[in-house]
């Protein structure tokens, strides 16, 4: 039987942070022999939000290069560039015309981030009916992504379920994929937020190009609590965030976690916790550098990753082109 296809992205709107890796990039690797994967680096998803030309050219590198350094392999997987497959925009433009404003509102993601800007922009509202795009393209089954995705992978679904039903059997229904633990890595300053690349606060954040001593500073200043007991609950939120994410970088049980440290207080805790992220990320920001320095492997990695993208996406959009009546040329 063939294999059956996962699809995901990132945007390249700043530098990715653990919650980037954990909730996400660290679970595309152990897809690749299963899955055709596709993976994306969605730059015209970024612009959403305002992006410095300069600064969105060098992210989007990072990403690929981050891509490249946590293990994706361009011989196994579909890895490019949003931007360079024309197609996104024109299936995005397609799925607007079936879309509810009113779903497209009530969307947690669109009420934050609409909350912090003066002048909504369209763009912001419509971000959801991108995604589906991405992925309905691509005929996918799985779609590993954080927690703070599953709203818009649903709506992906809506949408799939009213083009097929108004045209026939088109798009394949995706579902959600996240991971065991570390789908949802919470900001280290309040541990009610997510952890997000774009807090205005760099303690809240690791980021995968830190270096070791902002790593482990970062987790020394972690809030946690004055309980001072190892436990592993919804009333030690701080703690509970940091024992989720060495649980995600060791694969130990969350129980065993916290019988380890029972009675040594956080001290302790925190500096291991600062080593296991140390060791977790050392290959990755080692192959990083060297990955990132070589310009033309990078090129070619995005231009053969656009090809393939392109030529299963154009398989696609002909189809709808097709049902929904607009003549071939
Ligand atoms: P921003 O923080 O700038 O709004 P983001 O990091 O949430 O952006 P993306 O870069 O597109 O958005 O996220 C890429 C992937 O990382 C998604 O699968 C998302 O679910 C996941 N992700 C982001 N933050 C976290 C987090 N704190 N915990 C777990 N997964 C996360
Ligand atoms: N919205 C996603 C990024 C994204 C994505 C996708 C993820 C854009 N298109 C397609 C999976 C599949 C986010 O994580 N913020």
């Keep these: ?196 690349k774009s807090d205005s606060d760099e303690n809240s954040y690791i980021l995968l190009l830190d270096d070791e001593d902002a790593t482990r500073r970062k987790i020394k200043r972690a809030v946690t609590d004055s309980l001072n007991s190892m436990a592993y609950k919804d009333d030690q939120p701080g703690l509970k965030n940091l024992i989720n994410i060495y649980s995600s970088f060791t694969g130990e049980s969350v129980e065993n976690i916290v019988s380890k440290y029972e009675g040594q207080g956080y001290g302790v805790f925190k500096a291991d916790l600062g080593d296991v992220i140390v060791e977790g990320l050392r290959p990755l920001r080692e192959s990083f550098k060297e990955i990132r320095s070589d310009k033309s492997y990078l090129e070619k990695v995005y231009k053969e990753g656009a090809d393939k993208a392109s030529y299963l996406a154009n398989k696609t959009l002909r189809k709808v082109y097709k049902k929904m009546g607009f003549i071939p040329r």
């Design 1 to 196: 039987m063939d294999k059956k296809t996962v699809y995901s992205g990132i945007q390249p709107s700043g530098s990715l942070t653990l919650g980037n890796y954990l909730g996400a990039l660290k679970n595309f690797i152990g897809l690749q022999d299963e899955y055709n994967c596709l993976y994306c680096i969605v730059d015209m998803h970024a612009i959403t939000v305002a992006q410095d030309p300069k600064l969105l050219r060098k992210n989007t590198l990072d990403v690929l290069a981050l891509y490249l350094a946590a293990g994706l392999d361009p011989e196994k997987s579909i890895i490019y560039i949003q931007s360079h497959v024309p197609q996104h925009a024109e299936l995005g433009w397609i799925l607007n015309t079936i879309s509810s404003i009113g779903q497209l509102q009530r969307m947690t993601q669109f009420k934050d981030k609409s909350k912090k800007s003066k002048e909504v922009m369209a763009g912001i509202l419509n971000y959801p009916v991108l995604m589906a795009a991405d992925i309905l393209l691509y005929q996918t089954s799985y779609v590993p992504v954080g927690e703070d995705q599953k709203q818009h992978v649903e709506l992906t679904r809506d949408l799939a379920q009213r083009f097929n039903s108004k045209y026939s059997d088109t798009f394949t229904m995706p579902d959600i994929l996240t991971p065991k633990s570390g789908a949802r890595i919470m900001s280290l300053q309040n541990p009610e937020a997510k952890m997000s």
